[in-house]
């Protein structure tokens, strides 16, 4: 395990209510990254964070916002989820050096 | 836009021949290409990387190819195990530190 947390695992919420997806690491790693997967679109990139409160936006980000106070947490919010944003959510970490990115197990998220 | 595709959403291969998963990408800036691995209920787990610079690495039964030229690259897994079916995911790092991933492929490996 590369020490990757996201929380909660399973989320079911109502069309126009916020929602904060937490992903949370012990490894100190500098780059953090948030993805949805979707059938048929594979892992979309909505945001990445290259430092604490250093982020920017990826493919997908209208509808989402992210914060990093702490190199160890980077946060995820839908301010009012819709439908679309039903989804599976991964996390990743990744070293300055590195190439690869460690995933976490992901957060599957239903608005109805 | 998709900056990095794989066109076959499936693929199935019988135990013990190779296994071969294409991508192409379009951004020629791309600094490193790797492959994941991807089983149902779990995160995707790295399975091998290759530098803009080269245009082969392998290890073990897993070897990639980059043909820069026609922005293509692919997985080759020799022989194939039916422990190796599961989603593979392409993916490119930009030098922004962007990582982006293909649509993925499901490789069936039959016994």
């Known amino acids: 395990d590369a020490g990757i947390t996201q929380s909660p695992r399973h989320k079911v919420t109502e069309t126009g209510t916020p929602v904060t997806l937490r992903c949370h690491q012990t490894?100190?790693?500098?780059?953090m990254y948030w993805y949805r997967q979707d059938p048929g679109h594979g892992l979309r990139l909505i945001h990445y964070?290259?430092?604490?409160?250093?982020?920017d936006k990826g493919e997908v980000s209208d509808g989402y916002s992210v914060s990093r106070s702490k190199t160890e947490d980077f946060l995820l919010t839908l301010e009012s989820a819709t439908s679309s944003q039903t989804s599976v959510y991964f996390c990743?970490?990744?070293?300055?050096?590195?190439?690869?990115?460690?995933f976490g197990q992901g957060t599957r998220l239903t608005v109805v | 836009d998709q900056q990095v595709k794989q066109n076959s959403p499936s693929l199935s291969v019988q135990e013990g021949r190779i296994s071969i998963l294409n991508c192409d990408y379009t951004?020629?800036?791309?600094?490193?290409f790797l492959w994941y691995k991807k089983y149902p209920a779990e995160g995707p787990t790295f399975l091998i990387s290759?530098?803009?610079?080269?245009d082969k690495n392998e290890d073990g039964r897993f070897t990639v190819f980059l043909n820069k030229s026609a922005k293509h690259l692919s997985l080759h897994i020799v022989p194939s195990q039916p422990g190796d079916s599961a989603v593979y995911f392409c993916?490119?790092?930009?030098?922004?530190?962007?990582?982006?991933f293909g649509t993925g492929t499901r490789l069936t490996v039959i016994p």
């Open positions: 490894e100190n790693h500098r780059y």
């Open positions: 964070s290259y430092g604490v409160k250093d982020t």
């Open positions: 990743a970490i990744r070293t300055a050096q590195g190439t690869e990115a460690f």
């Open positions: 951004n020629s800036m791309f600094d490193y």
């Open positions: 290759i530098s803009s610079i080269k």
């Open positions: 993916a490119a790092l930009t030098g922004a530190n962007n990582l982006f």
